[in-house]
């Protein structure tokens, strides 16, 4: 039996710790198939190289921490999920998007991971 969900650690190799909240999405291919088909009913597939990349929410964190985080780049990312010993890391990431703070929640949306490399172990 697979398990899933549960307690979720993140951490970047500049030395950050970002709690993650609700779902993470792993997009665990670099490449964007899409398919057609001609005039004939035959079909065909084009790809598009896109990195890999993950949604994230996250907690908000002190002062201007995000301001900083999106101007950093070629990063390593460790996500652990505890529950499952499932563990995911990206090599040579950056964040995509603006972050947008929910100031009720803390909940950190409008953020992406993009990375020349993913693994899960």
Known sequence: MQNF???MTFALSTGDRIVVRGAATVMGSNLNMTGAANQDG??????EPVGYTAELTFEDMTADDWNRLMRVSDFNVTLNEVFNGAQHLWTGAAFTGRPSINRASGEVT???LIARAYKKI
């Not at 035959?42 to 790809?47: G, L």
């Open 5 to 7: 969900g549960g307690e």
């Open 110 to 112: 409008g953020v992406a």
């Open 42 to 47: 035959s079909i065909y597939r084009t790809a």
